[in-house]
Nanobody, 115 residues
């Protein structure tokens, strides 16, 4: 299996938090530039955060302060912590390399923010 596997999404009220997780059987996260992406209905998939092998992070301007990307090198797992969730954060969230490789897209994890 070459696709990434995402988990941790769900239905959450506005103002709530979620931590998304990403795994892969082969790709070593600490050796690559990794990214979290999201796609809302009717919109293009967008990069929300990236993490370099050296640990540098970058975020979409509109999301700075609420999103935190991180990884656990021992577990080879990447995370996206999302705080103060807003309805406009509702989307399917994916992880992939940055830039992404088409064959590696997984099913994503659905995040729905609603009261």
């Amino acid at each position: 299996q070459v696709q990434f596997v995402e988990s941790g999404g769900g239905l959450v009220q506005p103002g709530g938090s979620l931590r998304l997780s990403c795994g892969h059987r082969v790709i070593i996260f600490r050796a690559n530039v990794m990214g979290w992406y999201r796609q809302a209905p009717g919109k293009q998939r967008e990069l929300v955060a990236s993490l370099t092998s050296g640990g540098s992070t970058n975020y979409a301007d509109s999301l700075k302060g609420r999103f935190t990307i991180s990884r656990d090198n021992h577990e080879n797992t990447m995370y996206l912590q999302i705080n103060s969730l807003k309805p406009e954060d509702s989307a399917v969230y994916y992880c992939n390399l940055a830039p992404p490789r088409g064959a590696y897209w997984g099913q994503g994890t659905q995040v729905t923010v609603s009261s």
